[in-house]
């Protein structure tokens, strides 16, 4: 079970950072990604990490921005999310990939097979 926190109301500019644990099982083998929702909007990936920690790769509206993070002792991954714009109002959800230490990190949605609740990440003009 994945549980995504740390969402909010920020103003544009701000900073919020969000965490996902992970309860019941372990995903220190599996690449993680946050992905996120828009109201009328597909889900899109932010960013994700491999599950070794040590290769990411970002959505081009994150890059810059967002840094994404893991802690396998914890079992935990975290994105802070730096200098925020309206346009980054979505529910944003962490998901596990599905397939055991996969060599690349994925884009693709339905590769990933656990997901969170969502948290809502709000960011006013």
């Known amino acids: 079970q994945l549980q995504a926190s740390g969402g909010g109301l920020v103003q544009a500019g701000g900073s919020l950072r969000l965490s996902c644990a992970a309860s019941g099982c372990t995903f220190t083998n599996y690449n993680m990604g946050w992905f996120r929702q828009a109201p009328g909007k597909e889900r899109e990936l932010v960013a994700a990490?491999?599950?070794?920690?040590?290769?990411?790769v970002y959505a081009d509206s994150a890059k810059g921005r967002f840094v994404i993070s893991r802690d396998n002792a914890k079992n935990t991954v975290n994105l802070q999310m730096n200098s925020l714009k309206p346009e980054d109002t979505a529910v944003y959800y962490c998901?596990?990939?599905?397939?055991?230490?996969?060599?690349?990190?994925?884009?693709?949605?339905?590769?990933?097979?656990?997901w969170g609740q969502g948290t809502l990440v709000t960011v006013s003009s």
């Open positions: 990490i491999k599950w070794s920690g040590g290769i990411t």
């Open positions: 998901a596990a990939d599905q397939s055991w230490r996969r060599a690349y990190l994925t884009r693709v949605e339905n590769e990933y097979g656990y």
